[in-house]
């Protein structure tokens, strides 16, 4: 069994920085990968970010590119998406999951359907 709690959403300005958190516990961290989504009521869930088990592939979907990075300390067993130049759109909740067959292939980690656990998300809302 896998926990995965989030943290570090709040209310934040346009144009400030959020760094949520996402620390796992119950199996080996390093061994697979990570992605953080996000989803506001009524609509589908959207892939943000994701992170191979090494942290050596990363990828971003391309409304979040060069504003947001997702990164990993296995000796944390944590895994780190910072946020900046946020926009009102950004509002949503976000979800960190985990990927146990550590893949490393983006039509694999932007596919919610490839994790294997979900945390309970953390709430983000941008004011305009």
């Known amino acids: 069994q896998v926990q995965l709690v989030e943290s570090g959403g709040g209310l934040v300005q346009a144009g400030g920085s959020l760094r949520l958190s996402c620390g796992a516990s119950g199996r080996t961290f390093s061994s697979y990968s990570m992605g953080w989504f996000r989803q506001a009521p009524g609509k589908e869930r959207e892939f943000v970010a994701a992170i191979s088990w090494s942290g050596g592939y990363t990828y971003y979907v391309d409304s979040v590119k060069g504003r947001f990075t997702i990164s990993r300390d296995n000796a944390k067993n944590t895994v780190y998406l910072q946020m900046n130049s946020l926009k009102p759109e950004d509002t949503d909740v976000y979800y960190c999951?985990?990927?146990?067959?550590?893949?490393?292939?983006?039509?694999?980690?932007?596919?919610?359907?490839?994790?294997?656990?979900w945390g309970q998300g953390t709430q983000v809302t941008v004011s305009s």
């Open positions: 999951a985990a990927n146990f067959q550590g893949g490393i292939y983006y039509y694999i980690l932007a596919e919610g359907s490839e994790y294997d656990y």
